[in-house]
């Protein structure tokens, strides 16, 4: 079952493409990494899946009636933001604010959520913290959480590893890899072809040659033997 099935799409500001021709689907328990050198558009097509610009051409298709309040979402963070005076329970509870519509409480079962959340990305006990006294990492974990209260099926992530120590990096894609195998969908931005290999089910690299396919089909194909660190058999 597709949830997201994108033709001919193109995809840029003002009128000028930054990338065009895109056609791929992404089905329920993918984990599909979007790569690409810098200007590629991998954060403008993430802006166009998540309804936040419209596409210059073509369609984006969305399964079973998909609809933004389903989505999670886990932008590149801002100094300002990294700043922000809230405790992690507020903001990972500000997660439920696109389901809430007029309603100015929490129910129940949002907060039975939002405490599931912070205990699987394993900050439970920094919920009355102020956030901005976090570290990296620990923003990290707690803006996945927020995205998970926003979620019910699909996870899109631009760099979730952006500033982080190869510590926190495996440690942020190890939860990211535990979440798809439970059955969440993954789409993520990423400079991070390493990465890529080692937990992708699909590849999307965008430029100037544009490929989609398996992680497999990607490391034999010319755009995956241009990298020679990758290993045969779609093992890193």
């Known amino acids: ?44 097509l993430m802006r166009t899946l998540l309804r936040l610009q419209e596409p210059l051409e073509g369609r984006i298709l ?3 009636g998909l609809r933004n309040s389903e989505i999670g979402y886990l932008p590149q963070q801002t100094a300002l933001q990294k700043d922000f005076p809230a405790s992690v329970r507020e903001i990972v509870m500000s997660g439920f604010q696109g389901r809430c519509g007029l ?3 929490y129910s129940k079962k949002e907060k039975h959520l939002a405490s599931d959340s ?6 439970e006990d920094l919920k009355d913290r102020c956030y901005r006294e976090l570290s990296g990492g ?5 803006l996945l959480a927020r995205a998970l209260c926003a979620a019910d099926s699909l996870l899109l992530l631009d760099e979730p590893v952006s500033g982080l120590d190869p510590k926190g990096s495996a440690e942020m894609y190890g939860l990211i890899s535990e979440m798809n195998r439970d059955g969440i969908t993954v ?3 990423s400079h991070d072809i390493d990465a890529a290999v080692a937990y ?24 995956g033997r241009l990298f020679p660190t990758r290993m045969k058999g779609g093992e890193a």
């Open 200 to 223: 992708a089910s699909h590849i999307l690299q965008l430029g100037k040659d544009v490929f989609y396919g398996t992680k497999n089909e990607y490391l034999n194909s010319p755009a």
């Open 187 to 189: 789409i993520m931005v």
């Open 1 to 44: 079952m597709s949830l997201i099935t994108v033709h001919d799409l193109s995809v840029g500001y003002g009128g000028h493409a930054v990338a065009k021709g895109l056609n791929f689907s992404v089905r329920q328990g993918d984990y599909l990494f979007i790569i690409g050198e810098n200007g590629s558009g991998k954060t403008t």
């Open 103 to 105: 309603r100015p409480f």
């Open 118 to 123: 912070l205990r699987r990305m394993g900050i």
């Open 62 to 64: 969305f399964g079973d």
């Open 138 to 142: 620990q923003q990290q974990r707690v």
